[in-house]
């Protein structure tokens, strides 16, 4: 086996992770419909030998809070996944291009296809990051009062990836024969109708597309609750997901990896990223100082609204910011855990309301690392080389600053560790991610009954 | 007002438009998922000052005829069509993109979405070419057991083109201030939801992306149907047609520039462009020779399966090709008009089988001209000069070679004669077109109340 390498991803977030980046002037402040930056961001992460970029999404706007605060924040106006990178794929050889899509909200034949698409335009780079949508703004978008319950939205997902994944088969990989002299194009015995009829869909197929060239996009996925859990190990080949202390993300790798076998299947088929925010300067301080001077610009009705969620019917605005919030609530029943441990770790720490919204401010919650590329690179290698992580989901606090940061001063630090690429291996993220090209299940079945 | 010129679409279907291209050497054999050959067709059409590029699209596999025929068709494994142009948009500078979609088997929010995202991406050069899809291999994918009946289509299309008209407006144009001094990057009161309630839409809104740079995508429709002709008269701005006399393109003009008036619109709100398939010779006799080898590379259960639905259940395998078919039939109640113009054709001058079917597999009934370049710039100067056509939809046979030839011979000719542009005028597709950009209903309304 090749010495195991981290896997990276560039999560490209608007104007950065960071809620206040967009004021920051190494942001590009109009980014969310600036292709020319995309563009440029993408080259760089190609630079830097990332394995892919990414973006999270949802089909409505983010959220909101006060009016105050909603009009402060930079992620309103954005492109949608699947268009921005199939235009960012003909300008880039060999990034991978992960795209955010609902399978609560989308329909599975038209997903299947753009998703296909993308894949045959980027020539075997696509990923599609599954999510079930739990953003409020989103239902009334769809003609609906409220979210299926999660439950619903999981075992419906289970479905959704088994109608796509079964359209992206439809025609097996020898299918065409593109021959002028006889006049065949291609053999309709080697097409497949799906002919689906499941609880949630009813999809009889083909799809009108051709196997791509990964034979089907790499699956992510980004929920950690158990249900997430659960379909990342039945189906994803890479997860996103948030923890900030070591202990916590080698628990969450043990328990997923875990879950393999029952699926049969190994431990390396699914490629686990913890997010990190990396705030980088050539000296701690100079780390320090960057950080200090983003924190400054987030107004404090923006940092009230992204704890607002805590207190559900409390009037914020009213508080102290710089004493301890008046009171510690009781989170709501079926809250994710995230949720309990801010308030914990709020309660131990004696956070003051500012210090609260600014812990949660630099990255929604994941992990900040904030000092010299040494220091990044060295708790990333800790985290690599001790059951937590198989490689990172790298969420810039500025774009496209701190990415360029990353680029110029952390992967060469990783490269000199032996850690990451100096070369990409393959042509396809498949390939570059060390993933298996999975098998037409048409054409399994053909030669098991042969 | 300005010299009235020509506007010129190149509709780029996969090998080309004859039914027998991808036999063809001068197609590209595997273009409907070669991204290379769409970038450098979209290119040339661009070196030849086309306004737009244009495919045809449904989410579902094309016309199936026999197995025998089914397999040496070239059209059935292609992009899907916002991916594919959102590709193209970065790798040219001028020329608009015309992707289909549908409105009765797409969702509103997500396809208002994704052409507004496509709009940016290009800087301003997307349309949207509405159609309510009649292909007999879609329905299936949606769950359902047939079309919906042609009214409620329409109907249904009048609404969905409503609703995502006003999910595009759902930012003012100058609703982003961006100003980090300050720390507003919007004004929230510029922001509307749309709370659509309607008979077959439910939509909340707001769209999480601004207003695209056209206020939004030129709307083309390409039905001739009695309720398609309505539909373009309450909503398109450009609409794709089929006739193959100079008279029937004629009183199809009249009749629906005549419609504009009752919707508040003038003439020069809709172009109206119908096909044209130009096969170019240097001389006439080179031109003629080109279609004899095109027509002679259709083989021959390919050619019975363009022409099986006018004898429906009719096994026409067992027909001699070369005498005229055993009897005519007499078409359905509720058939397109063409249907039977082409019957009486076939009675008029006693085709035969072979000549039938050659007659429609050259551009599926289209328009086809044989001839020089002068011979054809004549034809065009002539439908464009006595109320027949703004311009035209150019259909090349085979793709990218009659392009090519178009670019090189007919272009430079309709330049010569002062017809069509040497350079373009503007920098989007409606400045291109002509065609003026539409004010933001919310402001409209605002205005009118001050």
């Known amino acids: ?139 009334g978008n769809f003609g609906l009062d409220k979210h299926p319950d999660p439950e619903v939205r999981y075992e419906k997902a289970h479905e959704f990836l088994d109608v796509v994944k079964g359209l992206w088969d439809s025609f097996e990989d020898d299918a065409f024969l593109r021959d002028p002299d006889s006049g065949v194009y291609f053999d309709p015995d080697k097409l497949h109708a799906l002919n689906h009829h499941g609880k949630y869909h009813k999809v009889a197929g083909p799809l009108n597309l051709e196997r791509s060239p990964q034979g089907h996009p790499v699956i992510v996925q980004a929920g950690s609750s158990e249900p997430g859990r659960e379909l990342a190990a039945a189906t994803a080949e890479a997860i996103f997901t948030a923890w900030t202390s070591l202990e916590e993300a080698q628990a ?93 770790l709020a309660r131990r720490e004696k956070f003051t309301v500012r210090q609260l919204y600014e812990y949660l401010a630099g990255a929604r919650g994941h992990w900040v690392v904030v000092g010299t590329p040494q220091k990044i690179a060295d708790e990333m290698q800790q985290w690599f080389e001790n059951g937590a992580a198989d490689g990172f989901n790298v969420m810039p606090p500025v774009l496209p600053e701190s990415l360029e940061d990353f680029v110029d001063l952390v992967i060469p630090e990783l490269q000199r560790r032996g850690l990451f690429r100096t070369e990409y291996e393959g042509t396809t993220l498949r390939e570059n991610l060390g993933l298996d090209k999975p098998q037409n299940r048409y054409a399994v079945k053909a030669a098991k009954a042969a």
């Open 252 to 344: 969450f790798y043990r328990d997923v990896k875990g879950r393999l076998a029952k699926y049969g299947r190994r431990p390396e088929q699914l490629l686990i990223l913890p997010g990190i925010s990396p705030v980088i300067g050539r000296t701690q301080e100079e780390a320090e100082a960057k950080w200090a001077e983003l924190q400054k610009l987030i107004h404090p009705s923006v940092g009230l609204a992204t704890i607002e969620r805590f207190w559900p019917g409390e009037d914020l605005s009213q508080w102290d910011l710089d004493a301890p919030p008046p009171y510690y609530p009781t989170p709501e029943a079926g809250r994710n855990s995230r949720h309990h441990v801010v308030i914990e």
């Open 1 to 139: 086996m090749a010495h195991r390498k981290l896997r990276l991803g560039a999560f490209i977030m608007a104007t950065g992770h960071h809620i206040a980046a967009w004021r920051h002037p190494g942001s590009q402040v109009d980014s969310g419909v600036n292709i020319d930056h995309y563009i440029s961001v993408a080259q760089l992460a190609e630079r830097g030998k990332f394995d892919q970029v990414f973006v999270a999404d949802s089909p409505g706007v983010w959220e909101q809070g006060s009016k105050e605060s909603f009009g402060r924040q930079g992620r309103i106006s954005h492109f949608e996944p699947v268009t921005l990178w199939s235009a960012l794929a003909v300008v880039t050889k060999h990034i991978g291009f992960v795209a955010t899509a609902s399978t609560t909200y989308e329909d599975p034949y038209l997903l299947a296809r753009k998703f296909a698409s993308l894949d045959h335009i980027s020539k075997g780079r696509a990923a599609w990051n599954v999510v079930t949508t739990g953003n409020d703004s989103v239902y």
